[in-house]
């Protein structure tokens, strides 16, 4: 299952290697008619704090590309996707939340981090599901669901059904989308947030 999702990539990523990403056009776009989003961000004690209304993040590409730099613009702008064993938060295993690098939204946690052995970060299951956009994506002749930020539309990777238990899902992501800030600077968010 993963192999058949993953050989058309790594075969065209590999022609290309660690310096640069392929870009991969979709088919659906995400439903931005409001201008709030209803998410969950860092709570008093670091998890989850409850849903709330926060504005939507919009910029024009050359605002993107100018906060975001090459390489996270690639991906979380053109949807690009890093080759794989690149990123530098594959290896990450200290704990902590994982933060969209475009808006700052808190997108996955340490505790559901897993090695998948494809090459990329990988997660069972979002920080708050409300947090995750999913859209079909049928680019590269596969028919996949494509993950975004909710709050910025940035694009982050995919999501499959072959994840391990509890989910049974895997998110496959691009360590350019994200940005990892370790326990002690987490709670100290929370606490900040409750002021
Ligand atoms: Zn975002």
Redesign the pocket.
Known sequence: MILRHLLPMIALISMIGCSRNTASPVTQSPDTSSSTVAVRLIGPDGKPGPVVQSPR?VKTDAEWEKQLGPAAYRV?RAKGTEAPFCGNLLDNHKDGVYF??????P?FASSSKFNSGTGWPSFYRPFAPENITELRDSAFGMVRTEI???????HLGHVFDDGPAPTGLRYCLNSAALIFKDEAEVKKMGAEAAK
Do not use: D, I, M, S
């Open positions: 993040v979380l969209c690098a475009g808006c700052g939204l997108l975004l930020c909710t709050r910025c539309g940035g």
